[in-house]
C-alpha cells in the first residue's frame, strides 16, 4: 500500500475515534514518526498533506530539517533529549515531547534565552511506572511544571506518556484516561496544558477517544522502517 493510501487510512481511522468520543478531528494532530523512514516516503507524505513529523534524534533530525528546507513541515522531537543535544535542538523543532527533568529544563530555557526564543514543549510522564521507560512519576508532575512556570525561555503546553507495548490497544485505555486526568487537574488559566501527546501505531485509536491531541503513528502510515 502507498504512503498515501496509508496516510489516508490513518486519518480514517482517527476521524472514526473521535466520532465515537464526541470530538472533532480538527483537534487531533497526527505527527509522523519518520526515524529511520526513506526520503522519498516523507515526501510522498507530504504529498497526500502530512505536516507534522516526529524525529527521535538530534542528529537525525537536523539532517532532515536541511533535507526538507524548502518544505511546509513542522518537526516535533519525540525521542530522549539529552542536555548536550538541547543547543542543537533548538530552532528545529516546534515541540519538544520528552521533557522529564528540571535539570533538562533548564538547560532548554538557558540554550533558548541565548537564542531569543520560547521553546514549548510536554512534560513526560510515566504513568504506566515501567522501569525502562523515561518520564515523572505522575506526583511529581506538579514540581516539574511550578519549575518550567518560573523560566522564561520554556512554555510547557501539556502532557505526554508511552504506555506499554500491548497485544490489545484496550489494555491501555486506563493509562491514557489517567494522563488525561492528571492533566485536567493540573491544569490552570495561567497555564492551560492544551496538549496531549499519546497514542502510537498500536493503538492511536484508544488514546483518541481518551482526549489525545497528538498521536505519534510511523508503521501505520510509512510501512516497515527501511533500516
Given at each position: 500500500?502507498?504512503v498515501?493510501?496509508?496516510?489516508?487510512?490513518?486519518?480514517?481511522?482517527i476521524?472514526?475515534?473521535?466520532d465515537r468520543?464526541?470530538?472533532?478531528?480538527?483537534?487531533?494532530?497526527?505527527?509522523?514518526?519518520?526515524?529511520?523512514?526513506?526520503?522519498e516516503?516523507?515526501?510522498?507524505?507530504?504529498?497526500?498533506?502530512?505536516?507534522?513529523?516526529?524525529?527521535s534524534?538530534?542528529?537525525?533530525?537536523d539532517?532532515?530539517?536541511t533535507?526538507f528546507?524548502e518544505?511546509?513541515v513542522r518537526?516535533?522531537?519525540?525521542g530522549?533529549?539529552q542536555r548536550?543535544?538541547?543547543?542543537?535542538?533548538l530552532?528545529?523543532?516546534?515541540?519538544?515531547h520528552?521533557v522529564?527533568?528540571?535539570?533538562?529544563?533548564?538547560?532548554?530555557d538557558?540554550?533558548?534565552?541565548?537564542a531569543d526564543?520560547?521553546?514549548?514543549?510536554?512534560?513526560?510522564?510515566?504513568?504506566a511506572?515501567e522501569?525502562?521507560?523515561?518520564?515523572?512519576?505522575?506526583?511529581l508532575v506538579a514540581d516539574?511544571l511550578?519549575?518550567?512556570d518560573s523560566?522564561?525561555?520554556?512554555?510547557?503546553v501539556g502532557l505526554?506518556?508511552?504506555?506499554?507495548?500491548?497485544t490489545?490497544?484496550e489494555?491501555?485505555?486506563v493509562?491514557?484516561?489517567?494522563?488525561?486526568?492528571?492533566?485536567?487537574?493540573?491544569?490552570t488559566a495561567?497555564?492551560?496544558l492544551?496538549?496531549?501527546s499519546?497514542?502510537?501505531?498500536?493503538d492511536f485509536?484508544v488514546?483518541v477517544?481518551?482526549?489525545?491531541?497528538?498521536?505519534?503513528v510511523?508503521t501505520?502510515?510509512f510501512?516497515?522502517r527501511a533500516?
Amino acid at each position: 500500500m502507498s504512503v498515501g493510501l496509508r496516510l489516508q487510512a490513518v486519518r480514517a481511522r482517527i476521524a472514526s475515534a473521535c466520532d465515537r468520543a464526541g470530538r472533532a478531528p480538527s483537534d487531533v494532530t497526527l505527527v509522523g514518526v519518520s526515524k529511520k523512514q526513506p526520503p522519498e516516503r516523507l515526501r510522498a507524505a507530504l504529498e497526500a498533506g502530512l505536516r507534522d513529523f516526529g524525529e527521535s534524534y538530534v542528529q537525525e533530525l537536523d539532517a532532515r530539517v536541511t533535507e526538507f528546507s524548502e518544505a511546509d513541515v513542522r518537526w516535533h522531537f519525540i525521542g530522549r533529549l539529552q542536555r548536550n543535544k538541547v543547543k542543537q535542538l533548538l530552532g528545529k523543532a516546534v515541540l519538544v515531547h520528552d521533557v522529564d527533568s528540571e535539570r533538562l529544563a533548564r538547560e532548554i530555557d538557558k540554550r533558548a534565552a541565548a537564542a531569543d526564543r520560547v521553546q514549548r514543549v510536554l512534560v513526560a510522564v510515566n504513568v504506566a511506572g515501567e522501569a525502562s521507560k523515561s518520564g515523572v512519576e505522575p506526583d511529581l508532575v506538579a514540581d516539574l511544571l511550578g519549575t518550567i512556570d518560573s523560566l522564561a525561555h520554556v512554555d510547557a503546553v501539556g502532557l505526554m506518556t508511552m504506555p506499554p507495548l500491548v497485544t490489545r490497544p484496550e489494555d491501555n485505555r486506563v493509562h491514557f484516561a489517567a494522563l488525561r486526568a492528571l492533566r485536567d487537574r493540573l491544569s490552570t488559566a495561567h497555564r492551560p496544558l492544551p496538549e496531549l501527546s499519546m497514542g502510537t501505531t498500536a493503538d492511536f485509536e484508544v488514546a483518541v477517544e481518551e482526549g489525545a491531541t497528538l498521536v505519534r503513528v510511523g508503521t501505520a502510515v510509512f510501512g516497515e522502517r527501511a533500516y
